[in-house]
């Protein structure tokens, strides 16, 4: 018989930096899970990763206090601040860009991201990412 899932958990954490201090402790804690069994567990799975990468993580909580998680690939957001050398997107979306990406780029990301994106072909993906680039003010390129 299946165990009963009693939540899901979304959660944001740096790559290998999983510890017990918030957002993680307080969140899991709620459900009375494992904090640092989680930790452990999510820090060896994304040892491969570049630290500190954010990653996002879907954590199902069971009624008997089990738990499983499934990691995602890092937001486009990242992505892109990192293909135009920003430190952070633009404070004021639609008003001039602070940053340039080419097309060239922005095809590496979707294919990166294609598991957890919502569409099925690289044209659409390319498509989704050009408006995530524009509303954190960075040009797209040719």
């Known amino acids: 018989m299946a165990k009963k899932i009693t939540g899901y958990i979304?959660?944001?954490?740096?790559?290998?930096?999983?510890?017990?201090?918030?957002?993680?402790?307080?969140a899991l804690g709620q459900r009375g899970l494992n904090i640092m069994n989680f930790c452990k567990e999510f820090n060896a799975s994304t040892q491969g990763l570049e630290?500190?990468?954010?990653?996002?993580?879907?954590?199902?909580?069971?009624s008997d206090r089990s738990f499983t998680f499934?990691?995602?690939?890092?937001?486009v957001s990242f992505y892109l601040k990192r293909a135009a050398g920003l430190p952070k997107g633009s404070a004021q979306s639609g008003r001039g860009f602070v940053g340039k990406v080419t097309m060239e780029k922005l095809r590496e990301i979707a294919a990166v991201k294609m598991p957890d994106l919502n569409c099925h072909d690289i044209d659409s993906a390319?498509?989704?990412?050009?408006?995530?680039?524009?509303?954190?003010g960075i040009e797209v390129v040719e």
Request: hydrophobic share 45%; aromatic share 2%; glycine share 8%.
């Open 70 to 75: 499934i990691t995602k690939t890092p937001p």
């Open 126 to 136: 390319v498509a989704q990412i050009v408006g995530s680039a524009k509303s954190m």
């Open 10 to 26: 979304k959660l944001q954490v740096p790559a290998g930096k999983a510890n017990p201090s918030p957002p993680i402790g307080p």
């Open 51 to 62: 630290v500190g990468m954010p990653i996002p993580v879907v954590i199902t909580a069971f």
